[in-house]
C-alpha cells in the first residue's frame, strides 16, 4: 500500500510539473505559437489590419470576445514615442484558411483588427530623421494575441500577407553609372497584344532599397485594383524608387526646377530598359505621375521629354514655375497633363507651385490640361469622419489614387466626347 501511495505521489508530481511547463503560471497551454499579419494600404499608410491564427484543430465557431491583442512597436532606427506599445480592438473574427479567406469551417481564425489614420498602434511603419535611418521605415510589430478562453498564446510572427503588393514583383534593381534604384512593378492580366504603362514616382519620404514603401506610402497599390485596371482594359505599373528623394540636386541640395538633380536621367534609363524588358508596353501610351517630391520628377521628366510621354499626373506639385522658360512652357503645352493640389497645402504651397504652372500652360493655349482644387483634404471613406475629417493639405494625392478627381479648376466637369469623366477615365483615353 505505501509502494502503491509512493508511486501515486510521483505521478501526481509529474503531472503537475508537465502542467506547469505547458501551461506556464498563468495558465496559458503555449507560448510559441506563430501567426500571420495582414497589411493594408489605406488613404493614409499602411495598417496592420488583420491577424491570422492557426488553432491546431477544427474550429466550427468563433467569438471574438475571448481574444486580445496586445503589441510591442520597437525599431533599430531610433525610440518610438508615439503608441510605442498598447493593445489593438478586436472588431470582428471569423473562420478562416490560412490565407484569411472565409470558410464555414476550418484549422484557422482571423480577427479584424480597428485601424484609423490617427491609431499610431496599428501602424507598422514610422518616419525617422537620424544619420542610419532617413525617411519611412518598417517597425518590428510583435504581436501577442491571447486565447482568455483556453489560454492559448500566439506570439511570433510567420507570415505577411499585403493585398495587392503581393501582386507586384518586388525584386527590380537597376543600375546606371554610380546609381543603383530598386523598383517594384506589375504586369496586368490581360490577352491584348499592347497595353499602356503607368509609371508612379513616390513622396520625399519614401526613398530607399524598399521597394514595398512606395507602394505603400499612400494608396499607390490601388492602380493595380480591378476597378482602375479595367479601366486601361490591363495596364503595366512601374514604381521606381530613389536611394534619397527626386529632388537631390548631390552636395545636401535640394532642386525646385532652378537646377539639375541627380536622377533623372538613371530614371529614363531604367524607363527605357523596362520598355525592352516587357515589348507588350504600348509606347504611345506612356503615363507618368508622382506626388510632391515624385511630382517634382514627373514635371522634370515632362519637361525634359514631352514627346514620350502620352500624359502627365501630378499631384502636390515640387516644381517651381518661376524656374520655367518660356521655352519650357512652349514645348509643354501640347501634353496632357492633370494637376491636383489643395489650397492649405503648406508644403507645397498653391501660389508658389502648381496654380501659376497650371496658368503658365492655359496662358500658352494649352487645349488639355486640366486642375483638380480642393480646399482640404478630407476623408473620402467616411469611416473617419468625413468631410469633418481633414488629412494634411499636402495630401492631395488621396483623390489622386482613389479616382476621385472629375471637376476642373472652374468647378465644371472634365469631359471627353461630352461626357464627364474621372482622373483615371480621361488618362486611359490619352495616346500620343
Known amino acids: 500500500m505505501k509502494k502503491f501511495l509512493l508511486n501515486l505521489s510521483f505521478l501526481v508530481i509529474a503531472i503537475t510539473l508537465v502542467t506547469l511547463f ?64 498598447g493593445d489593438r480592438t478586436v472588431v470582428y473574427a471569423y473562420i478562416s484558411d490560412k490565407d484569411g479567406n472565409r470558410v464555414d469551417k476550418g484549422e484557422n481564425v482571423t480577427l479584424v483588427l480597428r485601424v484609423a489614420p490617427n491609431l499610431r498602434i496599428g501602424h507598422p511603419y514610422e518616419s525617422f530623421r537620424s544619420e542610419t535611418c532617413s525617411g519611412v521605415r518598417w517597425v518590428d510589430y510583435n504581436m501577442t494575441i491571447t486565447n ?45 497584344a499592347k497595353s499602356p504603362l503607368f509609371i508612379w514616382l513616390h513622396g520625399g519620404g519614401e526613398g530607399g532599397t524598399d521597394p514595398i514603401i512606395p507602394l505603400v506610402g499612400n494608396k499607390v497599390t490601388n492602380y493595380a485594383s480591378d476597378e482602375i485596371q479595367n479601366l486601361f482594359e490591363g495596364a503595366y505599373i512601374l514604381v521606381p524608387q530613389c536611394p534619397t528623394r527626386w529632388m537631390d540636386a548631390g552636395n545636401g541640395q535640394t532642386t525646385r526646377g532652378d537646377i ?16 525592352a524588358d516587357n515589348p507588350r508596353v504600348d509606347r504611345n501610351r506612356i503615363y507618368v505621375s508622382g506626388c510632391s517630391n515624385g511630382g ?81 483634404v478630407v476623408d473620402i471613406t467616411g ?33 471627353i466626347d461630352g461626357r464627364p469623366v474621372t482622373i483615371m477615365e480621361w488618362t486611359a483615353a490619352q495616346s500620343r
Not at 554610380?178 to 517594384?184: L, S
Open 22 to 85: 505547458s501551461c506556464g503560471k498563468s495558465g496559458q497551454q503555449s507560448t510559441n505559437n506563430e501567426y500571420t499579419v495582414v497589411i493594408e494600404g489605406y488613404d493614409w499608410g499602411p495598417a496592420v489590419s488583420k491577424v491570422i491564427l492557426p488553432m491546431g484543430e477544427t474550429v466550427e465557431s468563433v467569438n471574438m470576445d475571448d481574444f486580445t491583442v496586445h503589441v510591442e512597436r520597437t525599431s533599430d532606427c531610433g525610440e518610438i514615442t508615439n503608441a510605442p506599445s
Open 148 to 192: 482568455i478562453a483556453s489560454g492559448k498564446v500566439w506570439n511570433s510572427e510567420a507570415n505577411r500577407i499585403m493585398p495587392l503588393v503581393d501582386d507586384f514583383d518586388l525584386s527590380g534593381v537597376f543600375t546606371h553609372g554610380d546609381i543603383t534604384m530598386n523598383y517594384a512593378s506589375f504586369v496586368p492580366n490581360t490577352r491584348a
Open 260 to 275: 539639375n538633380d541627380i536622377y533623372n536621367e538613371a530614371l529614363m534609363a531604367l524607363i527605357e530598359k523596362y520598355l
Open 296 to 376: 517634382y520628377m514627373a514635371a522634370k521628366l515632362l519637361l525634359l521629354h514631352p514627346d514620350f510621354f502620352a500624359a502627365g499626373l501630378i499631384s502636390s506639385c515640387s516644381y517651381r514655375p518661376v524656374n520655367l522658360t518660356d521655352q519650357d512652357v512652349k514645348n509643354l503645352k501640347d501634353v496632357p497633363i492633370w494637376f491636383v493640389h489643395a489650397a492649405d497645402d503648406g508644403t507645397t504651397v498653391l501660389e508658389e507651385t502648381a496654380l501659376p504652372f497650371y496658368e503658365r500652360l492655359i496662358n500658352a493655349g494649352a487645349k488639355n490640361v486640366h486642375f483638380s482644387y480642393y480646399d482640404h
Open 383 to 415: 469611416f473617419y469622419g468625413g468631410e469633418n475629417y481633414r488629412y494634411p493639405g499636402h495630401w492631395s494625392w488621396v483623390y489622386l489614387h482613389a479616382n476621385k478627381c472629375i471637376l476642373d479648376f472652374d468647378g465644371t466637369p472634365v469631359k
